[in-house]
Antibody, heavy 119, light 107 residues
Framework: EVQLLESGGGLVQPGGSLRLSCAAS????????MSWVRQAPGKGLEWVSG????????YYADSVKGRFTISRDSSKNTLYVQMNSLRVDDTAVYYC????????????WGQGTMVTVSS | DIQMTQSPSSLSASVGDRVTITCRASQGISDYLAWYQQKPGKVPELLIY???TLQSGVPSRFSGSGSGTDFTLTISSLRPEDVATYYCQKYYSAPFTFGPGTKVDLK
């Protein structure tokens, strides 16, 4: 079964750092485009960062550029996002999602992990 | 960057009604348009990709159409389990922007 499982969320102070993980099972993560999507409490979906399906390119939303870094470990079949200089408005549920790939969109989503930035 | 808009922002409809949601891109995106359903407290799920292709397992009462800048999601006969927020998303190139969402509830 194809699954994504996020971890690493929690409470962090403004200016702090956090690294989220997304463990994939049932497929080889490194051969797919992958993304992080977040949803602030009561708000809509916001795409945050992604890897191309070739794995050669990374992309970031303007709101996180220079603060977030996406990476992956093929040996662990795991996607990461390192989040630095966190702000109160980074508070959200963070989802990892498979996509886009070969004409398809974000077809598999994890359950999400909550990040709260507060003093 | 290309902006995505949706209308209406919310709607109320009765069981059995035909429901139509519109999504507009600020520039042409060919058919690289997806629709997602997010039920309250749940994870988003892919309904339609490539503007009109139904994701496996999605009921046939859902359909999508459009190309370029204007797209439509239609629920042919609303069921209680369709109460959710629906998002469109462009995925032609990064940033893979979502629309603001359309909340659908029962009248």
């Amino acid at each position: 079964e194809v699954q994504l499982l996020e971890s690493g969320g929690g409470l962090v102070q403004p200016g702090g750092s956090l690294r989220l993980s997304c463990a994939a099972s049932g497929f080889t993560l490194s051969t797919y485009g992958m993304s992080w999507v977040r949803q602030a409490p009561g708000k809509g979906l916001e795409w945050v960062s992604g890897f191309s399906n070739s794995g050669s390119k990374t992309y970031y939303a303007d709101s996180v550029k220079g603060r977030f870094t996406i990476s992956r470990d093929s040996s662990k079949n795991t996607l990461y996002v390192q989040m630095n200089s966190l702000r109160v408005d980074d508070t959200a549920v963070y989802y990892c999602a498979r996509g886009p790939n070969r004409g398809n969109a974000f077809d598999v989503w994890g359950q999400g992990t909550m990040v709260t930035v507060s003093s | 960057d290309i902006q995505m808009t949706q209308s209406p922002s919310s709607l109320s409809a009765s069981v059995g009604d035909r429901v139509t949601i519109t999504c507009r891109a600020s520039q042409g995106i060919s058919d690289y348009l997806a629709w997602y359903q997010q039920k309250p407290g749940k994870v988003p799920e892919l309904l339609i990709y490539a503007a009109s292709t139904l994701q496996s397992g999605v009921p046939s009462r859902f359909s999508g159409s459009g190309s370029g800048t204007d797209f439509t999601l239609t629920i042919s006969s609303l069921r209680p389990e369709d109460v959710a927020t629906y998002y469109c998303q462009k995925y032609y190139s990064a940033p893979f922007t979502f629309g603001p969402g359309t909340k659908v509830d029962l009248k």
